[in-house]
Every structure is written in structure tokens, then in C-alpha cells.
């Protein structure tokens, strides 16, 4: 076992550490999410350490709280829509024919639905909640995952070990997760850092649209909007989650990177 | 994906989009054209940048439901009769003269000769009677179909316009005052959308929801208006791009200046802003007639819950007044200042919620930001009190996108806005009359009923106030309108602008700020 | 080209046309769910009842779902898209508008960020680990984590009100001069670029890096190549497949997605007037325009696997 290179470390660091102070939000946040204890957009204090949000509420609480909210349904949508997007495209690809055309092609019908026609009519027809938000956000983005796995997996799928592995009669199964999959990971795990950036955000969207988080609760993306107005005027209460975003993007992503690293050197001698 | 949350918010205009004058009723209080002091300069090109502005818009008055077309409407076309800056004077525009006769039943008006259409026809009495006749038929979709109501007849004789009314009403002349009722080469019947009128600036470039365009129109009857060579909208929905628009230079003049940052952004140079104690009013309405709002002990204590002073200083940065349950403040003529104002009382709150005998099941109130700029805020806030008071109140945000049609008038507990009307009478008609279509806390009080027809047919203004008075007593105390303030009109100008003043029944004085201001 | 390969591409593209009806199906049915008509929508709280009844007769509203489809569909063959409900004007001509600016806007900002990430993408890989590598990475995944409106407010703060460089409005009109346009466009040129370009550069890294490992690489490498003739010419067209996929993907979102940008800097596109229909219910509004949303998705993903197939020799020539 390789010693973890420094900026993994930085990514565990960092990452671990939002992800600690969402479960202990109760333990952490000085405030309650919703209480207001103070006046419009204070200043970092003493007793506000990263100063008031727009109604006066104190924004490290709401901060730890909305990444609660925030790190959880971004999660839970990036590994849906991975894990579904993911084997759906490499069953495709492996089984091949007439069910991987019409496959393809329903995915690709769905993507052009433009989102927010999508979003209102889904909307209309479900009730809002937290499960209704993670599966609409899960398989929008299955689409996305479902196009890029299957176009890297196309490719897997005709080289010489994968067609030797056919010849000794392997099940589709095996060939899906022992051949395709550890060579299309390092591209996937690229995608899978992203795509959790864009969850981040799009929840934001979705519950300016009424589908996402209510009031008072609030995620990361949410704050920001909560608190766009004052920017222009040097008010840092929208900064301050934008940054928080970014460096959880940051060091998501560092891991992202390491673990890809790790699984490069995994496949190293197979195709020799 | 696509984001809806920079929308404007195309009802939250209208009532100060169709709010006219207040009025002393049936006086006859008069003034000529607007005057301004010193000499106006001519000239220059002035650049609106504007919130409120949709690629649906359509210029046909008729239609106009958003900022930017209420003021493109004003630009290019002229109404009957403006209200003064005083907000209760009427200003003779293209009626010259008007008389009641028949007790207020029959009004008189003659209309102006010698004014000219962009098109180069000849403006007629004829004209008007068709502008009416097609804001009041019965194909209209006209916004100001409501002001129309009660209208029996119209005719014309030579250039007297006149009006039978079903009941009498002394407020007749400031209803036309309806920026909508701009008056149309035969009624527009022919081509509504094609913005030709009699207004300072003829169109000249129309591209919905991007900018409009004029120039002066050169046979314009009258030499103290409209004193720039052009005139450009340019429709900037983003509150930050609108400041930068101002700031950078490339407009002179913007609309809603969000209360938040209007005192950081005054301090830029080169920019002023100006404001507008008006009508308007952000309010949360409960159905009175959907459980468990039809207890009035449970209508109170949510009235009693609500901290106006800090929705006023918090959503609204202290720019507007707080409000008293009813939709009347002094803005309006005949107003009642007798009336106590609700205190934020968690006690009593308290009570009344004992007394209601509620289960404890959330009551939820819907709201989007939609209904007013900082909806979320003070629901939030809202929130905060109500639940110190032992209310178990839960916010459901909507979806911007459909909030007037599928969560207002709907939902038995929402967030709303109204701008006001013109005068009370007006105000009480149209939302809280039990027949009234906007309605919208399906308020049905007989007594309340009767008093408002009873105060209508009333010609003696203190009587009449009297009356007014007890009405705003009984939506006060059994309404279902939680009122906790009124909103100021928030302008910003580049500092050369001169000649602005407020008028409490619109926004940039009252839509004419590209007609009465000029560069110094 | 072989004669497959064209056979091939013949039939994904008629695959495509009827992936386009199959797609203007579901739009359809989506405008017919969606809560709220037009005509309550259009006129907002001013709507009385009688405003409504003759607003929703005039616009047809009360003939059946079917019949006003397959009469917008009969429109659409011929080129014409009718006329909005909402305020009467022709969809074709507000359409063609907004549509050239809309490409117009997504031509440069393609041109600017997909060259330069690709390239960016490269580099990372030649300085694999290294400070470049970790600099890209870093300054991309932030541009990418931050609301869009965020960046477009800091460049238009610091360009057009502080510096006063650019005009803080991007309106172009139809009597600017081409530079002046480009000028016009340059701001959120610059802020399409940044949002675009983490994607692309970390997968251009990312499916180089996986091609690396395989054998012909290690040949290539033995033989003596220089590192970037083996990025670029071996390892790279390899790659290619999951890259396109990205960047067809990216680019589809300049064409369908930019309405933050557009309504930051005032840019008289697609995504604000589909918005505007959207909630006005304009429903013939939302068809035309969610349609050529749709045709985007559906060329974009279409070239991407074309492209696919003709970059890999293994699927170019199927045993």
C-alpha cells in the first residue's frame, strides 16, 4: 500500500470535516436554522462568527445545518444516478442490439426534454418532499452518466480482452463488472466528482422552483441566493457558502483524483 | 437547467399599475397641466432600465399586465384624466372639461380638439367612446375591465363624451385615470398591439421583453411634456444588473430598487434614489371561510403574531409603513385614522389561539417570492413570532412559475400583494366585496356588503368617511387579511435627472417620468 | 467513407428525426399537465371570469388536446409556428431571433472554451500531479462550484461599473457593427467559458489518463516518443469518445441553459423567452421552443456517437 499523497490527504481532511459537522449539526451550530438573533447582514462577531444572514440569523448555524441538507441529497442523487446511469449503460453496451439502440435512444429522449418543463410537470404530479427531490435529480442525471459510460464502455467493449473473455464463454455479468467496468472507471470517477458539484447546485435551483428544500431549512446554493443581493455591496453572506461549495468541490474531487489513481494502477497489468 | 428565481413577478405590479388617484369625491378640484418648477431643458436621450419585463408582453393597453409595458403604455398614449402629484387632484389630459348631471348617475366629458394620433389622425370623441367600448364589451380581456363595471350606456355628441351609470358614482372621473383606458385611434379595434396613441413619444422600435423605443412625436399637443428627443426602455429583470446598468452609466433611470441595498447603493456617485410612500401592501391572506380559518379566534391570534415593526425594518429595510389589516392607509382619501393599530402581542396571540381551540396540526402558509419581493423573509419571520406564540405555523414554499393561478385565490393561506386602488371605494369592490372576483380571503360579510353600496351612493364626504371607517373596522377585526405594511416605491435616477417628484399612486411618479423629467 | 459506416450514420440521423416527433409528443403532453392555463396565466390577477371565458375561447382553448397538436405539428412541416397566445406576435420571426442570438452567444463561447480546455485538459495530463496540473484543476473546480450568477456579478462589477470597459448591458441590436457586437458579448463570454470549461478539462484529463495505462501506449513510450507526441497523437485520439460526449454535452448547454447568464447581462436569448412562455402557458411558445431545445439535445448527442464511431477503427469496422 502506497503512502496517501498529501493533497489526498487535503481532500480527506477537508471532505471529512464537512461531513462531520453535518451529522453533528445539533452539537455544532450555536443557533438554531431558523431562529433570528440578531440584525440584517451583521458582521463576523464574536458572537457571530461568520456574522447574519438577510433576516438576521446567524450564518455559521444555518452554514452547518444547510450542509446537512446539502452533502446528503447531493450524495444520494450522485449514487443513484451512477449506479443506475452506470450498469444500465454497460448492459447496454454488453448486450448490444436492438435493446441497447432503443435504450440509447429513450435516454436520449428524455435529455431533450427541456428541465424545466420536466421539473413543473413532475412538480404537478408528486408530491414535493426529500425523496421526490433526490429521484428527480438522480434521474435527470442518469441521462448524463447513462451517455458518458456507455460512450467510454463502446470502446472497452471491442478490445481483444474483452472479445477473449466472450470466448470463454463468460456471463454478461462477469464481463460487465470484471472487464468494462475497471477500465472505464478513471473517466467515471472524473464525471462522479463533477457531477456531485452540479447536484450541489441544482438543488438550489430545484427549490427556487418550489421542488427542493423549504423554508426555513436551507441548503449551500440556496444561502447564496438567500443572500445575493448584498454581494455587490461587499456583503460576504453569499460568498461564504459559495466558498464553502468550492472547497468541498475541491477536495471531493482531490479524492476523486487519488482514487483514481489507485484504480489505474489496479488495471495496470491486465492488458499486457 | 434554468433558473426562475430572477422572474419578475408580473401580478406584483398590478395595482399600482392600475391604482389612479384618490380622490374628493365628487369635487371638482382641478388643475391644468402639470407644472414643475424652473424651465425644463430639451432634449437627450433617456434610458429606462426596467424590472418587469416578459417576451410575452403584448403593448395592446388592453393586456398590459407588467412594469414595462405600464410604462411604454404611458409613454405613447394618454388617458381622459391624470392624477395630480398631490395623488387626489385630477389633471385634465385629453378630456377638456367634464360635468356630472342625474345626482353623479350621467357624466359629461369634452374631449380635447386638436390633438393629434402618431398616425397623423385627428383624435375624436368617437375614439373614446370606441377605447371604452372595447375595455367593457363583452369579448374584452381588458385589466381594466373591473373599473368598467356599472357602466349602462355610452354615447357621443360632437365632441361630448358621455356616461351612464348604473347607480351613482362620484368617483367615475378617477376611474378613468386607468392607465389602461389610454385612449386608442378607434379604440384600437383595429390593430390593439400596434402602440399608436396620442402620447409625448411615438414607438419606434418594439422587441418584447429585450427594449422599446421612441422619439418625441413632433405634433404633440402639449409643450410642457415629454422634453426628451428619445426615449428607450430596455428591460433588465436582475436587480443587480439593473444598479450596474445605473451606475455604469448606461441608463438614467431604474425601478425597484430592491429596500436592501438602496442605502448602500445611494451611496454610489452619480446616482440618487428617490421614494414613494403609496398604496401597495404585502399581506398574507387567509380564506374566512376554509377550516381552521373560519375561527375568527384563530384569524386574531395569527394577527396578533405577526412583528410588523420588524417586517418593516427587516424585508423592507424601513422603507414603507406598517400596515393595520385592512387595505387603507392615509395614501387614501377619506382614510379614518381612529382605527387602533394592532400592537405585536404574543399574549394575546397566545389566547386567542387557546380560544380558537385549534388541534395543533401545522397551518401552513404558502408563499414564493413571487408575491412580493422578501415574501420568504417575512414568511420567515412570521414564522419565528408565530411559533413563540405556541402557533404551529409551517411555510410551503411554491413554485414561482404558476403562483397566481394555482396557489393565490386556492390556497387558503398565502402570501399576496395588492397596489392599491384609486380610491377606497375601489379597493373595497374589488377585493372584499363577497362577490368580488379577487376576493381572495373569500371575506362575506352582509353588513360590511351594505355598508359599502350604502357608501357608495353617499355624496356627503363625511358621512361617507363614517362609513369607510366602520368598514375598515370590521375587515380589521373579522377579516382575513393580515396586513403588516405597506410598501414604499423605491426609484433610482442619475443625478441629472430633474423634475421628479412622488406621486403615491404608481412608481416613477406615477408612470409619467419619462413626460415631466428632464436632463439639467 | 465505407459504405457501413454510411448506412450507419443514414440510419441514426433518421433515428434522430424520429426521436424529434417522438420528443414533440412528450412536450406536448407535458404543456397539457402542467397546472394552470393560458389564459388565467396571461392575465394574472386582473383575469375576471368574463376576461378569461373570452380569452380561453379565442385562443382555442377549449377544442381537444389532439387536434391543436396535430394542427401545430401540420404548422411546424410547413415552416410556420403560428402565432404566440400571450400577446399575438409571429413565434417564427420572435423565434429566429432569439435563436441567432442564442447561437450567436454559444458560437464564442464554444470557440473560446473548448479549445481551451481540451488543451488545458492536456497539459494537466503532461504535468500529471505537478503544480500545473493541481493549478488547473483548483482554479476550474472552483469557476465550476460557484453559482454562475456569482461570477457574472463579480465580472460585471469589476469590468463594467469599476473599469468601465464594457457596456454592463450585452442588448445587441440589429445596427451594431460586428465588433461592437462582439464586444457586447464579450462578458458573458467570459463567464460561459468559466462554467463550461471545469467539465471538459477534467474529463479531456481524465480519459487520457485511463488510454495511458494501455498497452499501445507503453509501446509508443518504448519506441521513444516524446511525451506530448504520445499524449497527442496516440493517447488522445483514443480518448476521444467519453471527451466528445462531454463537450457535445456542454455545448448543448450553451445553446439550452444560459438563462442566468442571459438575464444577468441582458442578453435577448432562448432560455428567457422560454422561461417568459413557460409561465405564461403560451403553450404553441413552449412547443416550438422546447422543440429546437429538443433537436439541440438530439444533434449534440447524435454527433457525439458518429463521432464516436468514426474515431475508434474497432467500431468503424464491426466483426
Not at chain 3, 464579450?186 to 471545469?198: D, G, H, R, S
Request: net charge negative.
Amino acid at each position: 500500500m502506497k503512502r496517501i499523497p498529501l493533497s489526498a490527504l487535503i481532500g480527506l481532511f477537508i471532505t471529512s470535516l464537512f461531513l462531520l459537522s453535518a451529522i453533528f449539526a445539533d452539537f455544532l451550530a450555536p443557533y438554531g436554522v431558523a431562529e433570528v438573533v440578531g440584525d440584517v447582514w451583521e458582521p463576523a462577531s464574536d458572537r457571530f462568527l461568520l456574522g447574519t444572514d438577510s433576516i438576521g440569523r446567524d450564518l455559521l448555524s444555518r452554514m452547518i445545518y444547510g450542509g446537512q441538507v446539502t452533502i446528503f441529497v447531493a450524495l444520494t442523487a450522485t449514487a443513484l444516478s451512477f449506479s443506475l446511469g452506470t450498469s444500465l449503460a454497460l448492459i447496454a453496451v454488453v448486450v448490444g442490439g436492438w435493446f441497447d439502440m432503443a435504450l440509447s435512444r429513450f435516454i436520449d429522449l428524455i435529455m431533450s426534454i427541456p428541465t424545466l418543463i420536466f421539473a413543473l410537470v413532475v412538480l404537478s404530479v408528486v408530491p414535493a418532499n426529500l425523496v421526490t427531490l433526490i429521484l428527480v435529480m438522480g434521474l435527470l442525471d442518469v441521462t448524463r452518466v447513462y451517455r458518458l459510460a456507455r460512450a467510454v464502455a463502446v470502446d472497452i467493449n471491442v478490445m481483444d480482452y474483452v472479445e477473449a473473455a466472450r470466448l470463454r464463454g463468460e456471463q454478461t455479468v462477469w464481463i460487465v463488472f470484471r472487464e468494462i467496468l475497471p477500465n472505464a472507471l478513471s473517466p467515471l470517477v472524473a464525471e462522479l466528482g463533477l457531477r456531485f458539484i452540479f447536484m450541489v447546485l441544482f438543488l438550489s435551483t430545484l427549490s427556487f422552483l418550489g421542488l427542493g428544500i423549504q423554508p426555513p431549512a436551507a441548503d449551500w446554493g440556496g444561502i447564496v441566493k438567500e443572500n445575493k443581493e448584498g454581494l455587490i455591496y461587499g456583503i460576504s453572506a453569499a460568498l461564504i457558502p459559495a466558498i464553502a461549495i468550492a472547497a468541498l468541490a475541491i477536495s471531493v474531487n482531490l479524492v476523486a483524483d487519488w482514487v483514481l489513481s489507485k484504480t489505474t494502477s489496479l488495471k495496470g497489468g491486465r492488458n499486457g | 437547467m434554468s433558473d426562475i428565481s430572477f422572474k419578475m413577478n408580473r401580478r406584483s405590479f398590478l395595482g399600482h399599475a392600475g391604482a389612479a388617484g384618490a380622490a374628493v369625491a365628487g369635487s371638482t378640484l382641478i388643475t391644468g397641466p402639470a407644472f414643475s418648477a424652473g424651465t425644463p431643458k430639451k432634449g437627450g436621450n433617456f434610458i429606462m432600465g426596467l424590472k418587469g419585463g416578459e417576451s410575452t408582453n403584448s403593448l395592446d393597453p388592453a393586456l398590459s399586465t407588467s412594469h414595462v409595458t405600464y410604462q411604454a403604455v404611458r409613454a405613447y398614449s394618454e388617458t381622459l384624466l391624470n392624477v395630480g402629484q398631490d395623488g387626489s387632484s385630477l389633471e385634465y389630459r385629453l378630456a377638456e372639461s367634464f360635468e356630472p348631471a342625474n345626482g353623479g348617475q350621467t357624466w359629461h366629458f369634452k374631449i380635447r380638439k386638436g390633438v393629434k394620433f402618431h398616425n397623423g389622425q385627428e383624435l375624436t370623441a368617437n375614439d373614446v367612446l370606441k377605447t371604452m367600448e372595447r375595455h367593457s364589451n363583452d369579448e374584452t380581456k381588458s385589466g381594466a375591465l373591473g373599473v368598467m363595471r356599472g357602466i349602462e350606456s355610452m354615447s357621443v355628441d360632437g365632441d361630448i363624451f358621455t356616461v351612464n351609470l348604473t347607480t351613482p358614482n362620484a368617483d367615475l372621473p378617477h376611474l378613468l385615470t386607468d392607465y389602461h383606458l389610454g385612449i386608442q385611434p378607434n379604440g384600437g379595434f383595429d390593430n390593439p398591439a400596434e402602440g399608436v396613441g396620442t402620447g409625448p413619444y411615438r414607438v419606434v422600435a418594439e422587441e418584447p421583453g429585450v427594449r422599446y423605443a421612441f422619439e418625441k412625436f413632433d405634433d404633440y399637443w402639449d409643450d410642457s411634456r415629454g422634453h426628451y428627443d428619445k426615449h428607450e426602455i430596455i428591460v433588465i429583470n436582475d436587480d443587480a444588473a439593473r444598479a450596474a446598468a445605473l451606475q455604469s452609466g448606461q441608463v438614467q433611470c431604474i425601478n425597484i430598487v430592491p429596500p436592501k441595498t438602496a442605502k448602500l447603493f445611494s451611496r454610489a456617485p452619480n446616482v440618487k434614489i428617490e421614494t414613494t410612500s403609496g398604496k401597495g401592501h404585502y399581506i398574507f391572506v387567509m380564506h374566512t371561510d376554509t377550516a381552521p380559518f373560519d375561527n375568527k379566534d384563530l384569524r386574531l391570534a395569527l394577527k396578533y403574531a405577526v412583528n410588523r415593526a420588524e417586517l418593516v425594518q427587516k424585508v423592507l429595510s424601513g422603507y414603507g409603513e406598517v400596515g393595520n389589516d385592512t387595505p387603507i392607509n392615509s395614501a387614501y382619501n377619506l382614510y379614518d385614522d381612529s382605527l387602533p393599530q394592532r400592537e405585536f402581542d404574543l399574549e394575546k396571540a397566545a389566547e386567542h389561539y387557546k380560544k380558537s381551540g385549534h388541534d395543533g396540526s401545522p397551518i401552513v402558509l404558502h408563499v414564493s417570492d413571487v408575491a412580493f419581493a422578501g415574501a420568504l423573509d417575512a414568511a420567515q419571520l412570521f414564522q419565528q413570532s408565530a411559533q413563540a406564540a405556541g402557533i404551529p405555523l409551517e411555510l410551503k414554499r411554491e413554485p414561482a412559475d404558476g403562483y397566481w393561478s394555482e396557489v393565490w385565490n386556492k390556497k387558503p393561506f398565502c402570501a399576496s400583494y395588492w397596489g392599491g386602488r384609486a380610491v377606497q371605494d375601489l379597493m373595497w369592490s374589488v377585493g372584499y366585496l363577497s362577490t368580488a372576483d379577487w376576493n381572495d380571503t373569500n371575506f362575506n360579510n352582509p353588513e360590511f356588503d351594505e355598508l359599502l353600496l350604502e357608501a357608495r351612493a353617499e355624496l356627503d364626504q363625511a358621512k361617507r368617511k363614517e362609513i369607510y371607517a366602520k368598514m375598515a373596522r370590521i375587515v380589521n377585526e373579522e377579516g382575513g387579511i393580515i396586513n403588516p405594511m405597506f410598501n414604499q416605491f423605491i426609484d433610482g435616477l442619475a443625478q441629472n435627472v430633474t423634475g421628479w417628484h412622488s406621486n403615491p399612486n404608481g412608481n416613477l411618479m406615477n408612470g409619467f417620468i419619462a413626460s415631466l423629467t428632464w436632463f439639467e | 467513407m465505407p459504405r457501413h459506416l454510411v448506412k450507419l450514420v443514414a440510419q441514426r440521423i433518421a433515428l434522430g428525426i424520429l426521436l424529434l416527433f417522438a420528443s414533440s409528443v412528450l412536450i406536448f403532453a407535458g404543456t397539457q399537465i402542467l397546472p394552470g392555463d393560458v389564459a388565467q396565466s396571461i392575465l394574472g390577477q386582473s383575469a375576471t371570469p368574463e376576461a378569461l371565458a373570452n380569452l380561453r375561447k379565442e385562443l382555442g382553448l377549449n377544442e381537444p388536446a389532439i387536434s391543436r397538436y396535430l394542427s401545430w405539428l401540420g404548422g411546424v412541416l410547413q415552416g410556420d409556428l403560428g402565432t404566440a397566445l400571450s400577446n399575438g406576435a409571429s413565434i417564427t420571426d420572435s423565434i429566429l431571433k432569439r435563436l441567432d442570438n442564442t447561437l450567436f452567444l454559444a458560437f464564442w463561447a464554444a470557440l473560446f472554451s473548448v479549445p481551451l480546455s481540451i488543451f488545458l485538459g492536456l497539459i494537466s495530463v503532461l504535468y500529471r500531479n505537478k503544480w500545473p496540473d493541481r493549478l488547473i484543476s483548483a482554479v476550474s473546480l472552483s469557476t465550476i462550484s460557484v453559482p454562475e450568477f456569482i461570477i457574472g456579478y463579480v465580472i460585471l462589477f469589476v469590468l463594467a461599473v469599476q473599469l468601465q470597459w464594457l457596456p454592463s448591458v450585452s442588448l445587441i441590436t440589429n445596427d451594431m457593427g460586428f465588433f461592437e457586437k462582439l464586444g457586447a458579448i464579450l462578458m458573458p463570454v467570459i463567464v460561459l467559458t468559466f462554467v463550461v470549461m471545469a467539465h471538459m478539462m477534467r474529463m479531456t484529463r481524465a480519459a487520457i489518463l485511463n488510454v495511458m495505462e494501455s498497452a499501445y501506449i507503453e509501446t509508443a513510450e518504448l519506441k521513444g516518443l516524446s511525451a506530448f507526441n504520445v499524449i497527442f497523437s496516440h493517447a488522445f485520439p483514443n480518448a476521444i469518445s467519453p471527451i466528445v460526449n462531454v463537450v457535445m454535452l456542454n455545448l448543448a448547454y450553451l445553446v439550452v441553459g444560459v438563462v442566468v447568464v442571459e438575464v444577468v447581462f441582458v442578453y435577448p436569448g432562448m432560455g428567457q423567452y422560454l422561461v417568459d412562455h413557460v409561465s405564461k402557458r403560451d403553450i404553441p411558445v413552449v412547443q416550438s421552443a422546447g422543440l429546437i431545445f429538443a433537436s439541440v439535445y438530439i444533434t449534440m448527442n447524435m454527433l457525439a456517437d458518429i463521432i464516436a464511431i468514426v474515431a475508434n477503427p474497432r467500431l468503424r469496422h464491426p466483426k
